[in-house]
Nanobody, 124 residues
Framework: QVQLVESGGGLVQAGDSLRLTCAAS????????MGWFRQAPGKERAFVAL????????YYADSVQGRFTISRDNAKNKVYLQMNSLKPEDTAAYYC?????????????????WGQGTQVTVSS
């Protein structure tokens, strides 16, 4: 089992920055591919970013490419999502997810472990 706890969400204005943190416990963190997903009201949960087990590979949704950066610290069992130049359309609940496999994946059903989510609201 893997337990994931997100933090760092909040209410910001367009153009501001936020950093989300996901703390993991329960399994060897370095064995996990980590991802961030988001879900806006009335919409399906959507892929945002992922990072490989050793942090050498990252992948982003087109909508956040160039504005968001995912990173991890395997010594601290944490993954981060730095969000810059936030837009109102980034408003959503953001979820951290873990995949106990080497291969990278953007499909949410391929992630077995999920946090409870943290709300990000961007006002115009």
């Amino acid at each position: 089992q893997v337990q994931l706890v997100e933090s760092g969400g909040g209410l910001v204005q367009a153009g501001d920055s936020l950093r989300l943190t996901c703390a993991a416990s329960g399994r060897t963190f370095s064995n996990l591919v980590m991802g961030w997903f988001r879900q806006a009201p009335g919409k399906e949960r959507a892929f945002v970013a992922l990072i490989s087990r050793d942090g050498s590979s990252t992948y982003y949704a087109d909508s956040v490419q160039g504005r968001f950066t995912i990173s991890r610290d395997n010594a601290k069992n944490k993954v981060y999502l730095q969000m810059n130049s936030l837009k109102p359309e980034d408003t959503a609940a953001y979820y951290c997810a873990a995949r106990n496999a080497a291969s990278l994946a953007t499909e949410n059903w391929l992630y077995a472990y999920w946090g409870q989510g943290t709300q990000v609201t961007v006002s115009s």
